[in-house]
């Protein structure tokens, strides 16, 4: 594989059995500019009244529902400025995805 | 024996389908590490591990059996497991009391059913496992197709640490592809000697796009390792084997190497791999203690984690009888204990004085004074302690979680051709059922036959030929029967009243049972709903003795009945001639008069049964299943041959090897295993009942 071209690092974390997980990585530029992330998809979820059978969180944390929901498999949306660009089963192929998709790789 | 620190002790187990080489690789881990001078071979009956007569003589493993060996700095515990269904239950014990576990899956047939089994085994105790794809010089073996069949019949997340270079007799080595390196063997000395290498340039591509794979998978379970190849591009092999080991420790993959054990091609990198993947005693998360009564099975509750100075508790695993006395196998869970010192049996509540210890290595044992956390030995001299009991400390007399014992599924009768030897069959028999938790035995009610009740012909017949050379009794063997068990359709209340009051002392009880019938696998279970004390407290556990004596014989043909429930909900008394014998007798009755009105059933255990065959007698094959009741689940190919899967009655399955040799001319080959209990037909049930009567 190619080095990625982003400089991709932590971005959102959520605890789980005992350690804290990285829930999104963020890529980006020479400059420190975020431009691309990689959301690691959750569900189902109860918000308030409601159950959604998949979600990712937006740039801010809020819930975005995936509709249709994602096959099995894809746990990892590649995302640039607010647009999906691929799905992935794991982090890093979720990364060569949005790198692809900027032509980086 | 507690000299080697914690962190470099492993206990594994090998585990695998029949023939798919377990003993091999174990008999070369052995030479490797330098315990054995020789390779022993299954074929030549002269291996380390299949020490029994009856092992070497039939070339299949019957007993688990542990050796203790060091490889770079480490040692390794290993137990070695029988393959044959019918001696499942070793595989059980076994992988109860492992930290870790290699499955061996054959490069020809791939996951066979036995692998299936035991790797459902393997999950109920959350045993972190490594696959060792074996037997690749064999025609016919593709590593490839063998790797799919993990996904396809374990529905699992596996990924390949190496790939094979070469095939069947072309087979030389494998690359590395947490190293990306060639290990190439070099023939001769028995495969001690072997080297490292470029990766082939025509594997090179093939290796490249694995090891992404690999990384891909691997790194994600550790942000920080992601955060290293980000930073790099490449990970160091310290950190891609931190992730690996973490990995197969919490499932999230099964790491996969390839070789072949007889041509002794693979085994010292499967060794580093156990050293570097499987967990240490204090890598895992310590053994659960039992659940109270009522508390949920599945709940998190206290663990105990390895730890040399904490208070002691152990479980016994493994009890065998040979000249010497009754030695019993424990796992060492924590804690510290000497020849002499004095134990609590927390599952039976009562003290044990450990009398000698030992380090068991197959039938050779060697003296130790002491034993630690996260070791196996085996101890003299405990009198009443038995398979999946808990020994503890007195200042922490916790009781572990016990095991689950496989159903016996077929019955033989046995009797002694002398009267000499009727005390001695009993003496023997009984210790045999000690050692061995899934045979039963049982006195036939009517015929006053010792009843034998076993895994399979192949298991009640090893356990007759050691009564024979053990215990020296010639026994007469009745044909083996199916063991049928009873239950209820329906429920039913049921009032019956015991009264003898003519003259002298009286008898008088009365109670009223509610009988319900509970789902496959129910059990027996009884409830007490009385109120008011129309029966005495005192009487209450007469009644439920009472029920579960009777229900040993069914009231259809006399066969087990199960799966019921029993609630008392009322009943009377006489202040004088009530008596918990009365009750007793009363509760029998009941369960006589009730069962008839309660629409019982004879149920028959039903195998999952698969063969083997080529395409050109699939037709015949699937034709006969279906003339012995047979319901065929699946047909799939492999190669040029066709596995058919079906569920059959146990009853139909009598003698099927030499029916399904003769029918296809000894080119197909069966396995079977317990599957369920259905209800039988009602024209065989006429037919058991009336062979009954």
Redesign the interface.
Same mark, same amino acid.
């Given at each position: 594989m190619p080095t990625p071209r982003l400089h991709w690092m932590r971005g959102r974390a959520e605890a789980e059995g005992g350690e804290t997980r990285a829930l999104e990585w963020i890529g980006c530029d020479d400059a420190g500019a975020a431009i691309a992330r990689v959301v690691r998809l959750q569900g189902p979820i109860h918000t308030g009244w409601r159950l959604y059978r998949a979600v990712a969180l937006d740039t801010e944390a809020r819930v975005v529902q995936l509709r249709p929901p994602p096959p099995a498999g894809a746990d990892w949306l590649a995302c640039i400025g607010g647009q999906v660009v691929g799905r992935a089963a794991l982090p890093l192929q979720a990364v060569r995805t949005a790198e692809a998709a900027l032509g980086t790789g | 024996m507690s000299e080697t620190p914690l962190d470099k002790i492993r206990n594994i187990g090998i585990t695998a389908h029949i023939d798919a080489g377990k003993t091999t690789t174990t008999e070369r881990i052995l030479y490797y590490t330098g315990v054995s001078h020789r390779i022993g071979e299954v074929h030549d009956g002269n291996t380390t591990t299949d020490y029994m007569e009856q092992e070497r003589e039939r070339g299949i493993t019957i007993t688990s059996a542990a050796v203790t060996c060091e490889w770079k700095g480490h040692r390794i515990n290993i137990i070695d497991t029988p393959g044959h269904i019918d001696f499942n239950i070793e595989v059980n014990r076994s992988l109860r009391v492992l930290d870790g576990a290699v499955f061996i899956i054959e490069g020809v047939a791939g996951v066979q059913p036995q692998s299936e089994t035991n790797w459902r085994l393997a999950d109920r105790y959350n045993v972190p496992r490594l696959i060792f794809i074996n037997k690749l010089d064999r025609t016919g073996a593709d590593f490839y197709r063998a790797f799919d069949t993990l996904k396809e019949k374990l529905d699992i997340v596996a990924l390949p640490l190496q790939l094979p270079i070469g095939v069947e007799d072309q087979f030389s080595g494998v690359v590395d592809l947490v190293e990306m390196k060639a290990i190439i063997w070099e023939g001769g000395e028995l495969g001690a000697k072997y080297h490292d290498a470029p990766i082939p340039d025509d594997l090179l591509e093939k290796a490249r796009e694995y090891r992404?794979l690999l990384? @891909?998978?691997a790194?994600?379970v550790d @942000?920080a390792a992601?955060?290293e190849?980000?930073e790099a591009?490449d990970v160091a092999t310290a950190t891609l084997k931190r992730c690996i080991k973490a990995a197969t420790i919490s499932g999230a993959f099964r790491p996969v190497l390839c070789g072949t054990a007889f041509k002794n091609k693979g085994v010292q990198p499967l060794l580093d791999a156990v050293l570097d993947y499987l967990p240490s005693p204090i890598d895992v998360p310590g053994i659960k203690i039992a659940a109270e009564e009522g508390e949920d099975e599945h709940a998190e509750r206290r663990r105990i984690k390895a730890d040399p100075k904490a208070p002691f508790a152990g479980l016994a695993f493994k009890i065998i009888n040979d000249k010497y006395g009754t030695l019993t196998f424990v796992r060492v869970y924590a804690g510290t204990l000497r020849s002499g010192d004095m134990v609590q049996n927390t599952t039976r509540g009562h003290r044990e004085r450990i009398g000698r210890m030992f380090q068991m290595h197959a039938d050779k044992r060697a003296e130790i004074k002491e034993v630690s956390a996260g070791d196996i030995a085996a101890f003299v001299g405990l009198k009443d302690t038995m398979t999946g009991d808990t020994l503890a400390a007195a200042e922490d007399p916790v009781v572990l979680e016990r095991m689950a014992f496989p159903v016996p599924v077929i019955d033989i009768s046995v009797e002694p051709r002398t009267k000499e030897s009727v005390e001695k069959m009993t003496i023997g028999l009984q210790k045999l059922a000690g050692e061995d938790p899934s045979l039963r035995l049982r006195t036939d009610q009517e015929s006053g036959q010792t009843i034998l009740s076993g895994m399979g012909e192949l298991h009640l017949e090893i356990i007759i030929d050691r009564l024979k050379r053990e215990y020296g009794v010639e026994a007469n063997i009745g044909a083996p029967q199916v063991a049928y068990r009873e239950t209820i359709s329906r429920a039913v209340t049921e009032t019956y009243t015991h009264k003898k009051q003519t003259g002298g002392s009286g008898q008088y009880a009365e109670v009223k049972i509610v009988f319900e019938p509970l789902e496959r696998n129910g059990g027996v279970v009884f409830e007490n709903k009385v109120v008011g004390g129309s029966v005495p407290r005192e009487y209450i556990p007469a009644v439920e003795k009472g029920i579960r004596v009777q229900a040993d014989t069914g009231v259809l043909a006399g066969f087990p009945t199960v799966d019921f429930k029993y609630t008392l909900i009322d009943g009377k008394y006489h202040d004088v001639d009530s008596s918990a014998l009365a009750f007793e007798i009363a509760a029998k009755a009941c369960f006589r008069e009730g069962m008839k009105k309660a629409g019982p059933i004879i149920l028959e255990p039903i195998m999952d049964v698969e063969v083997t065959t080529p395409q050109d007698h699939v037709g015949d094959v699937v034709g006969d299943l279906n003339r012995r009741r047979g319901m065929i689940q699946n047909q799939e190919s492999s190669g040029s041959t066709i596995i058919v899967r079906a569920h059959v009655p146990l009853k139909e399955m009598f003698g099927y090897i030499s029916d399904l040799r003769s029918m296809t001319k000894g080119r197909a080959s069966f396995t079977m295993q317990f599957h369920h209990y259905d209800p039988v037909p009602r024209n065989i049930a006429d037919e058991i009942m009336t062979k009954s009567a």
């Amino acid at each position: 594989m190619p080095t990625p071209r982003l400089h991709w690092m932590r971005g959102r974390a959520e605890a789980e059995g005992g350690e804290t997980r990285a829930l999104e990585w963020i890529g980006c530029d020479d400059a420190g500019a975020a431009i691309a992330r990689v959301v690691r998809l959750q569900g189902p979820i109860h918000t308030g009244w409601r159950l959604y059978r998949a979600v990712a969180l937006d740039t801010e944390a809020r819930v975005v529902q995936l509709r249709p929901p994602p096959p099995a498999g894809a746990d990892w949306l590649a995302c640039i400025g607010g647009q999906v660009v691929g799905r992935a089963a794991l982090p890093l192929q979720a990364v060569r995805t949005a790198e692809a998709a900027l032509g980086t790789g | 024996m507690s000299e080697t620190p914690l962190d470099k002790i492993r206990n594994i187990g090998i585990t695998a389908h029949i023939d798919a080489g377990k003993t091999t690789t174990t008999e070369r881990i052995l030479y490797y590490t330098g315990v054995s001078h020789r390779i022993g071979e299954v074929h030549d009956g002269n291996t380390t591990t299949d020490y029994m007569e009856q092992e070497r003589e039939r070339g299949i493993t019957i007993t688990s059996a542990a050796v203790t060996c060091e490889w770079k700095g480490h040692r390794i515990n290993i137990i070695d497991t029988p393959g044959h269904i019918d001696f499942n239950i070793e595989v059980n014990r076994s992988l109860r009391v492992l930290d870790g576990a290699v499955f061996i899956i054959e490069g020809v047939a791939g996951v066979q059913p036995q692998s299936e089994t035991n790797w459902r085994l393997a999950d109920r105790y959350n045993v972190p496992r490594l696959i060792f794809i074996n037997k690749l010089d064999r025609t016919g073996a593709d590593f490839y197709r063998a790797f799919d069949t993990l996904k396809e019949k374990l529905d699992i997340v596996a990924l390949p640490l190496q790939l094979p270079i070469g095939v069947e007799d072309q087979f030389s080595g494998v690359v590395d592809l947490v190293e990306m390196k060639a290990i190439i063997w070099e023939g001769g000395e028995l495969g001690a000697k072997y080297h490292d290498a470029p990766i082939p340039d025509d594997l090179l591509e093939k290796a490249r796009e694995y090891r992404q794979l690999l990384l @891909d998978t691997a790194l994600s379970v550790d @942000d920080a390792a992601m955060e290293e190849y980000f930073e790099a591009g490449d990970v160091a092999t310290a950190t891609l084997k931190r992730c690996i080991k973490a990995a197969t420790i919490s499932g999230a993959f099964r790491p996969v190497l390839c070789g072949t054990a007889f041509k002794n091609k693979g085994v010292q990198p499967l060794l580093d791999a156990v050293l570097d993947y499987l967990p240490s005693p204090i890598d895992v998360p310590g053994i659960k203690i039992a659940a109270e009564e009522g508390e949920d099975e599945h709940a998190e509750r206290r663990r105990i984690k390895a730890d040399p100075k904490a208070p002691f508790a152990g479980l016994a695993f493994k009890i065998i009888n040979d000249k010497y006395g009754t030695l019993t196998f424990v796992r060492v869970y924590a804690g510290t204990l000497r020849s002499g010192d004095m134990v609590q049996n927390t599952t039976r509540g009562h003290r044990e004085r450990i009398g000698r210890m030992f380090q068991m290595h197959a039938d050779k044992r060697a003296e130790i004074k002491e034993v630690s956390a996260g070791d196996i030995a085996a101890f003299v001299g405990l009198k009443d302690t038995m398979t999946g009991d808990t020994l503890a400390a007195a200042e922490d007399p916790v009781v572990l979680e016990r095991m689950a014992f496989p159903v016996p599924v077929i019955d033989i009768s046995v009797e002694p051709r002398t009267k000499e030897s009727v005390e001695k069959m009993t003496i023997g028999l009984q210790k045999l059922a000690g050692e061995d938790p899934s045979l039963r035995l049982r006195t036939d009610q009517e015929s006053g036959q010792t009843i034998l009740s076993g895994m399979g012909e192949l298991h009640l017949e090893i356990i007759i030929d050691r009564l024979k050379r053990e215990y020296g009794v010639e026994a007469n063997i009745g044909a083996p029967q199916v063991a049928y068990r009873e239950t209820i359709s329906r429920a039913v209340t049921e009032t019956y009243t015991h009264k003898k009051q003519t003259g002298g002392s009286g008898q008088y009880a009365e109670v009223k049972i509610v009988f319900e019938p509970l789902e496959r696998n129910g059990g027996v279970v009884f409830e007490n709903k009385v109120v008011g004390g129309s029966v005495p407290r005192e009487y209450i556990p007469a009644v439920e003795k009472g029920i579960r004596v009777q229900a040993d014989t069914g009231v259809l043909a006399g066969f087990p009945t199960v799966d019921f429930k029993y609630t008392l909900i009322d009943g009377k008394y006489h202040d004088v001639d009530s008596s918990a014998l009365a009750f007793e007798i009363a509760a029998k009755a009941c369960f006589r008069e009730g069962m008839k009105k309660a629409g019982p059933i004879i149920l028959e255990p039903i195998m999952d049964v698969e063969v083997t065959t080529p395409q050109d007698h699939v037709g015949d094959v699937v034709g006969d299943l279906n003339r012995r009741r047979g319901m065929i689940q699946n047909q799939e190919s492999s190669g040029s041959t066709i596995i058919v899967r079906a569920h059959v009655p146990l009853k139909e399955m009598f003698g099927y090897i030499s029916d399904l040799r003769s029918m296809t001319k000894g080119r197909a080959s069966f396995t079977m295993q317990f599957h369920h209990y259905d209800p039988v037909p009602r024209n065989i049930a006429d037919e058991i009942m009336t062979k009954s009567a």
